[in-house]
């Protein structure tokens, strides 16, 4: 029992946002919104609290957390930093894009995956777990198309096992570009599949213009969410012994973030706890000054930046890559609490290990790259790629990191490490 | 991975660790069997405790799976940053770092479940 006291914890966590959901919204309201999102097309950027109500949109995230633990229990997994990174991002990114059929499909295609290679599915469980992200290839063939439903679902759920398939060894083969510099590497996987998968629907006279489902997002609910989950995780990190977690934590400052950096070996649980709760009410504090709508989308960003701050991200690697995001922003007149740019400036941590191993300049123009790519290469894949972040992100951190290599190698300059 | 390529990931993981800090000597051993491997890599860095503390504790992760087939590939792939040697640990049977006072040793044990380690050592 004691092994899986964390896992419990995270499935309190969400259950008490099921129950809250039911409290709030209705029971009735949150399943028949929960229902609209299972049957409806999800490419970028699909705010489920417009599809199916914030009720429905809680209880989507909530429930594919929940499997996704009980499937780490299943596989006798301990919960790590990776784990906490990857249940957040399902989370998050259920709140818009992700349903249950979609995420489950790729898994089978993973799974598949694991067998033609006769590995365990242990092996690839976090590939198959980020890997969510192309859940709209499922839903654009069965929701999108105009074919007889049975057939759009057949071939839904063939390419969605085709694309889970081909995702291992795609995202294996990308940590070699970027070298661990980009967090969401997944993010970068299924951008380069997407670029192929969207071409080929294209070829086929299929229309990928992107989705545009913004909600205001002022619901007291979605806005609690956050600093309260920040506050809970903080309490659990200090309960104990609070002088040690402050010291932790601080140490923790100094790790680069560069992937595979798990909290919870190079630091502690408690402070581990203390980085999430923290680093996540700095981002939330971002989002209300720059008056963004606290949406499902926005949520997302949130949710993930809650995670990987088990899994690479720090105050003093993520800051660099945000003042570059804003600067940019600024510079160029954008509004900052438009979709592109405050998700941009949320998703932009992806590159914290740029920051933390290069320094505060590298980070700095990191941001300022990925703020001015990400918000076209949505457009190239035409929104099948979720984690467009990750994808805009990796080509940003395998330009730096070539430059870098090549500066290094060839004229002996050693950035800060 | 093949056995093949799994070794040479983890001896250029661990060489550059080990030409970090500058060695004007470098020892790689490799003794081959058909239930397992056994690799020393020796240098003749002088270290304090308190460092070899730290390798230890960086090492001592244990075997990863979920972790070894996906993050593991990036051992030995590139001299950009420092070198890790955590993303070894997970992929081994058994690792272990002593200080030989004028150096330090790195062993190294790949395997079957019926590898013994015992039968692996280099006398001193």
């Known amino acids: ?417 | 991975m093949k056995q093949e390529e799994m070794i040479i990931k983890i001896i250029s993981e661990v060489a550059h660790f080990i030409l970090q800090k500058d060695p004007s000597k470098m020892v790689i051993s490799l003794h081959k069997e058909k239930e397992g491997i056994h690799l020393a890599i020796f240098d003749n860095v002088v270290r304090t405790e308190d460092e070899i503390k730290k390798i230890k504790n960086r090492i001592s992760v244990g075997q990863k799976p979920e972790l070894s087939s996906y993050y593991g590939n990036l051992a030995g792939n590139d001299l950009l940053g420092e070198a890790r040697l955590d993303l070894i640990g997970w992929q081994v049977k058994f690792i272990d770092v002593i200080n030989r006072g004028n150096g330090i040793q790195i062993d190294i044990w790949i395997g079957s479940e019926n590898f013994e380690r015992n039968k692996f050592t280099i006398p001193d």
């Open chain 1, 1 to 417: 029992m004691q092994k899986f006291k964390l896992h419990l914890f995270l499935i309190i966590y969400f259950m008490i946002i099921i129950f809250s959901s039911f409290l709030v919204f209705g029971i009735k309201e949150t399943i028949k919104g929960f229902i609209r999102i299972q049957i409806s097309p999800g490419r970028l950027i699909s705010d489920y609290f417009v599809l199916g109500g914030i009720g429905g949109s809680f209880l989507n995230a909530s429930l594919l957390s929940i499997i996704s633990i009980i499937l780490i229990i299943i596989l006798k997994m301990d919960v790590s930093g990776p784990v906490i990174a990857s249940v957040f991002t399902i989370f998050g990114f259920a709140l818009f894009g992700k349903n249950i059929i979609s995420v489950l499909t790729l898994w089978i295609g993973v799974y598949i995956s694991s067998l033609i290679a006769r590995k365990k599915f242990i092996e690839y469980i976090f590939i198959a777990f980020f890997g969510s992200a192309l859940s709209p290839v499922f839903s654009i063939i069965t929701f999108e198309l105009t074919m007889t439903p049975y057939l759009s679902l057949f071939l839904g759920i063939l390419f969605a096992i085709i694309v889970g398939i081909l995702l291992p060894p795609t995202a294996i083969y990308v940590l070699r570009f970027h070298q661990g510099y980009n967090l969401y590497n997944v993010g970068m996987t299924a951008g380069f599949l997407s670029l192929f998968i969207s071409s080929i629907l294209r070829n086929l006279n299929v229309d990928l213009k992107l989705f545009d489902l913004w909600s205001e997002g002022k619901d007291i609910f979605s806005t609690l969410i956050v600093p309260l989950s920040s506050i809970i995780f903080i309490i659990a990190g200090i309960l104990k012994k609070p002088k040690n977690a402050v010291e932790e934590f601080i140490k923790l400052q100094k790790e680069n973030g560069r992937l595979p950096s798990d909290f919870l070996i190079l630091s502690s649980k408690d402070a581990t706890f203390l980085n999430m709760g923290i680093l996540t009410l700095i981002y939330f504090l971002y989002v209300l000054i720059s008056r963004s709508p606290i949406n499902g989308p926005v949520l997302g960003g949130l949710f993930t930046i809650f995670g990987f701050a088990a899994f690479g991200k720090n105050i003093r690697n993520c800051i660099p890559i945000l003042l570059g995001v804003f600067v940019t922003s600024i510079l160029l007149n954008k509004p900052l609490n438009s979709p592109a740019i405050i998700l941009g400036a949320l998703f932009s941590t992806t590159l914290a290990p740029l920051s933390g191993t290069f320094g505060f300049f590298v980070g700095f123009i990191g941001g300022v790259l990925h703020i001015i790519l990400v918000q076209y290469t949505a457009g190239w894949v035409g929104g099948l790629n979720l984690y467009n972040n990750g994808f805009a992100g990796g080509l940003v951190a395998t330009f730096i990191v070539a430059i870098i290599d090549w500066f290094e190698n060839t004229i002996n300059f050693k950035l800060k490490k």
